[in-house]
């Protein structure tokens, strides 16, 4: 059998926390900041939890996180 490989885009973009929750930051973050508004980008900084509906997807991204 082949190794199993985590998918390198995925580790890049998502952490498992203690709890077994993934954690991701915020899109539209990046670039073209001008015409946003303070109060947009400053909603944006931090991080959420991924939904449940994505994260079985991203548990088999990601075979040995957690």
Do not use: E
């Not at 109060?39 to 957690?66: C, Q, Y």
Request: glycine share 8%; hydrophobic share 30%.
């Amino acid at each position: 059998m082949p190794k199993m490989k985590t998918k390198s885009g995925a580790k890049k973009r998502f952490r498992v926390r203690a709890g077994g929750s993934i954690k991701r930051s915020h899109a539209y973050k990046r670039h073209i900041l001008t015409k946003k508004t303070t109060k947009n980008k400053r909603h944006l900084r931090g991080t959420v939890t991924v939904n449940d509906s994505d994260a079985k997807l991203i548990r088999a991204m990601l075979p040995f996180a957690g």
